[in-house]
């Protein structure tokens, strides 16, 4: 398994496209993904209960068959608390790409991001959709046209050998802010071009969601259109994968290794960051304390600011692991921030000033607990908090 230069249309028989239809002022806004064949596919959704009409039309599009050939996204307009019109919005976004590709509606995905409570002016997506293509070698356009408030475009590629044969997955992930996702605004996308059924492709992605878009944090706001979609067409020609084989595991691991690399550049990409936090906790009672003590530590406003001002303030960390509800012992809790031990046996140790500022100075700064009550470890990411993330989210609206 190695990462390779590509975009989401790399696997074979995928296509991607973005253009500028004027729902934002530049930028392209409007993008699709295309299968040439029916692919698999399995997504996972917010838990907020107020979710965005794309989401809705989504989730009942895969649920008719558990299959895609597109994804439509638009970017500026979350297309959310818009009623009735709203979902008809949707519906109609479905139904000009399906047209436009081909294809039955419930066979084309959609999802939107941006801000809320506004409607789409649909005359412009009508003329975004017509304006897409599927060209080679315009994949990075949809990348571009994904993005809000963030700072650059996230992607990766990687390819590995499954079944005598060579498979690629591509994913791409959008989110910046409102990034605290419970299954940002967060949306990914991952295309493969793997024979995997839907079935064992839903069970992986609710995993790695689980183990890492789920895992971090950057304001503790779970988006209301929060969604990632994985689509497998099977144009790699491998033998159909099944369960608890070798090829197995490594569809398992490459999808892991795309998701942790997605979930952490949407964390590093926080809105107003300059640091990256990984937070590490071993030896918990259970993996659901080890991965909620790590969540609570990176989502604590007290510790995203001593890493901002790079303060070594380890009582803001201690203090997280306290009110998170997790099983643990005080007197036990060893604590490190880089290789400086600031915490030992539950009391305060000495560390080297200069050696913990320029850990503290670094743009990925680690924190790791011990809590010496089990065997089970866990793992969150999230970033610093900043005078740029209030000035952000102060003027988002206008």
């Known amino acids: 398994m190695k990462i390779i230069d590509g ?6 028989g995928f296509y991607a496209d973005g253009v500028h239809c004027g729902l934002k002022k530049k930028k392209k806004d409007i993008g699709w993904i295309y299968s040439e064949k029916k692919a698999q596919a399995a997504a996972v959704y917010t838990t907020n209960q107020v979710k965005g009409a794309p989401l809705l039309v989504t989730k009942e599009a895969l649920g008719v068959a558990h299959q895609l ?74 990348h571009e046209a994904i993005l809000t408030t963030d700072l650059v475009t996230k992607e990766i590629c990687l390819s590995a050998m499954i079944g005598g044969k060579k498979v690629t997955m591509s994913g791409v992930a959008k989110g910046s802010g409102m990034i605290h996702p419970n299954m940002a605004t967060m949306l990914s996308f991952i295309t493969t071009d793997a024979n995997i059924p839907y079935q ?84 918990a009672a259970t993996e659901s304390d080890a991965k909620k003590i790590a969540k609570k530590i990176v989502g604590s406003s007290l510790v995203k600011s001593a890493m901002f001002g790079e303060d070594p303030n380890w009582g803001r960390i201690i203090c997280a692991i306290g009110y998170s509800e997790g099983t643990f012992d005080p007197s036990l809790l060893d604590i490190f921030i880089g290789t400086q031990q600031v915490l030992q046996d539950g009391l305060p140790c000495d560390f080297h000033q200069t050696n913990m500022q320029k850990i503290l100075a670094q743009d990925t700064v680690s924190i790791q607990v011990d809590l010496k009550v089990g065997t089970s470890q866990g793992v969150a990411w999230g970033c610093d908090l900043t005078y740029k993330y209030v000035e952000i989210n102060a003027c988002y609206h206008t």
Do not use: W
């Not at 369960?243 to 999808?255: I, K, N, V």
């Open 7 to 12: 975009t989401i249309a790399s696997p074979k």
């Open 69 to 142: 050939q597109a994804v439509l996204v638009n970017s500026a307009v979350a297309n959310t608390c818009t009623g009735e019109t709203g979902i008809e919005d949707a519906y109609q976004m479905q139904r000009l790409a399906a047209d436009k590709l081909g294809l039955e509606n419930h066979q084309v995905a959609v999802a939107s991001t941006g801000v809320i409570g506004k409607h789409l002016p649909m005359e412009k997506v009508t003329m975004g959709i017509e304006a897409l293509s599927m060209k080679s070698g315009n994949a990075q356009n949809f």
């Open 200 to 283: 064992l492709l839903e069970k992986l992605l609710k995993k790695k969601v689980d183990e890492t878009f789920n895992q971090i944090t950057v304001d503790g706001d779970t988006s209301t259109n929060d969604m990632v979609v994985v689509l497998a067409n099977g144009c790699a020609e491998n033998k159909e994968i099944v369960e608890d084989t070798p090829e197995y595991e490594t569809f398992s691991q490459m999808l892991r290794m795309v998701t942790e690399d997605l979930a952490k550049k949407i964390a590093r990409d926080g809105e107003g960051a300059t640091k990256l936090i990984e937070v590490s906790v071993n030896h």
